[in-house]
Nanobody, 120 residues
């Protein structure tokens, strides 16, 4: 079906920047059908939450906590989605997961997750 391969993340100081990328790989049938791609995060002891998401039509949505600091972008041809994270805060520390769906909203497919740690 679809594998979501994440890259990026790591350690940053508060106020710094990090970038995440996610590429959809697998059978052409499924990969070419992907509409929704987004990033979620889960901090220790907390529920997984939406960070930012986009559809193939270009619409984007952001969690209130990251608006103005994070930017999601997408390469439809390559089925890649990027998350540029600026002005990082310690509360941004979490495992970040890429998600995708063939519908306009959903999480049919998940990546393995990548750690983002922001030190104060």
């Amino acid at each position: 079906q679809v594998q979501l391969v994440e890259s990026g993340g790591g350690l940053a100081q508060a106020g710094g920047s990090l970038a995440l990328s996610c590429a959809a790989e697998g059978s052409d049938f499924y990969v070419n059908s992907i509409n929704y791609m987004g990033w979620y995060r889960q901090a220790p002891g907390k529920r997984r939450e939406l960070v930012a998401a986009t559809t193939s039509g270009g619409s984007a949505t952001y969690a209130d906590s990251v608006k103005g600091r994070f930017t999601i972008s997408r390469d439809n041809a390559k089925k890649r989605v990027h998350l540029q994270m600026n002005s990082l805060k310690p509360e941004d520390t979490a495992v970040y997961y890429c998600a995708a769906d063939r519908a306009s909203w959903g999480t049919e497919f998940w990546g393995q997750g990548t750690q983002v740690t922001v030190s104060s």
